[in-house]
């Protein structure tokens, strides 16, 4: 069963950094790429960073971009997000994902539970 857990949320002033972590299991981490996405308060889902599947290559959303960075360790089967110089509208609730491909082609779309970022003074 795939179990994605995310963790490293919470209240942080404007200008203060958060790391949240996304510990994955019951699919091979090393061999997928694994996405940050968030959805503000009232808002739809927006892709924050993804990271292929050795760390080699990553990507993010201009809104973040200089901002945040994206890691993994595929020895803890873990995925990071470090966020700095945080701002209000980075207040969201942040979901680990991956895209699981099954043998007989099949495509599915994992989610944690996600952890909540709010940033205010």
């Known amino acids: 069963e795939v179990q994605l857990v995310e963790s490293g949320g919470g209240l942080v002033q404007p200008g203060g950094s958060l790391r949240l972590s996304c510990a994955a299991s019951g699919f091979t981490f090393s061999s997928y790429a694994m996405s940050w996405v968030r959805q503000a308060p009232g808002k739809g889902l927006e892709w924050v960073s993804a990271i292929d599947s050795d760390g080699g290559s990553t990507s993010y959303a201009d809104s973040v971009k200089g901002r945040f960075t994206i890691s993994r360790d595929n020895a803890k089967n873990t995925v990071y997000l470090q966020m700095n110089s945080l701002k209000p509208e980075d207040t969201a609730v942040y979901y680990c994902?991956?895209?699981?491909?099954?043998?007989?082609?099949?495509?599915?779309?994992?989610w944690g539970q996600g952890t909540q970022v709010t940033v205010s003074s």
């Open positions: 994902n991956v895209a699981v491909i099954y043998s007989d082609g099949t495509v599915y779309h994992y």
